[in-house]
């Protein structure tokens, strides 16, 4: 790994860390602009703002779009895998923040591609550095991770139920009461299932109510199911500590408390760093 040195040494503690005041005050600021952009492209949206401010609101999305690409390049200049950066999740997200202004200059009409701002929201997750909340969300994340075969199993077993249930209700109802087809049928199963209840297709015989009555028990017996699933990854994901240090190699986060290497891609943590003199310090001693 290439050290990195002098003001990239820097950049890269208050960019992508947040146990100093500076990179805190960063990721402050950061979300300040965020919440400012997000409010500016919603007011946009609204016919009678933009008429008589669209000039301004189109003058403060540039400007934060050329506040969020300054950005995006100081990320990519202050990390020893510039790739790994660019690659991550927020490295994608951070692309997504920024491209849609430019494309609509090349491509004119391309103006639905502004929905992709929106990703801009999930700049809010940063302050989840902010170490108050840095646990709690990775707790929740390896708990969903943990139990997504058991999740992806579930859902398997509800999508066999409710063709089941469309199959019996469309064979008990027929056309004549609006059972049109078998996916139509499907369709009634999953909005009893889910305890939805949009009312805009029911039985109107005694079997089919019967049989609708079984599915909205069902539909509340089986709510639970994904709940316990998550809870108990939850618990066991608590377990574990986790701090807000980035790593310099990969730009991933969420690493244990005592950890001194990386997790995912088992570079070293406390990276060397090459001062402007020479000297060779680690990552929280040139801070």
Not at 29 to 40: E, F
Not at 83 to 89: A, H, K, L, T
Request: charged share 15%; glycine share 8%; proline share 3%.
């Amino acid at each position: 790994m290439v050290p990195l040195k002098g003001w990239r040494a820097k950049g890269h503690e208050i960019i992508f860390e947040a146990d100093t005041r500076a990179g805190k005050l960063f990721d402050i600021l950061l979300i300040g602009c965020i919440l400012a952009s997000v409010i500016t492209v919603c007011l946009d949206s609204v016919r009678g703002y933009r008429e008589a401010y669209g000039a301004f609101f189109l003058g403060l999305e540039w400007l934060f779009t050329l506040l969020f690409t300054v950005e995006y390049v100081l990320r990519i200049l202050c990390t020893a895998n510039p790739w790994g950066y660019v690659r991550s999740f927020f490295g994608v997200i951070d692309l997504l923040a920024i491209l849609p202004s430019y494309l609509s200059l090349v491509f004119p009409g391309t103006q639905y591609l502004v929905v992709f701002r929106v990703f801009r929201v999930l700049r809010i997750f940063r302050v989840l550095k902010l170490v108050p909340y840095v646990s709690e969300s990775t707790v929740l994340w390896r708990a969903l991770i943990a139990s997504r075969r058991k999740v992806t199993v579930f859902l398997f077993a509800v999508l066999t139920m409710v063709i089941l249930l469309g199959a019996l209700i469309y064979l008990i109802e027929g056309e004549e009461n609006g059972f049109t087809s078998i996916p139509r049928s499907i369709y009634w199963a999953i909005v009893t299932l889910t305890t939805v209840g949009y009312g805009d297709l029911s039985p109107k015989t005694n079997l089919g109510q019967t049989l609708a009555a079984f599915a909205m028990i069902l539909g509340y017996a089986i709510i639970a199911v994904p709940t316990g699933i998550v809870t108990v990854e939850m618990t066991r994901a608590q377990n574990s500590k986790v701090t807000t240090q980035v790593c310099p190699n990969c730009s991933r986060e969420g690493h244990d408390s005592d950890a001194e290497y990386c997790k995912f891609c088992g570079s070293s943590l406390e990276f060397p760093i090459e001062k402007d003199g020479g000297d060779i310090g680690d990552a929280r001693g040139s801070a």
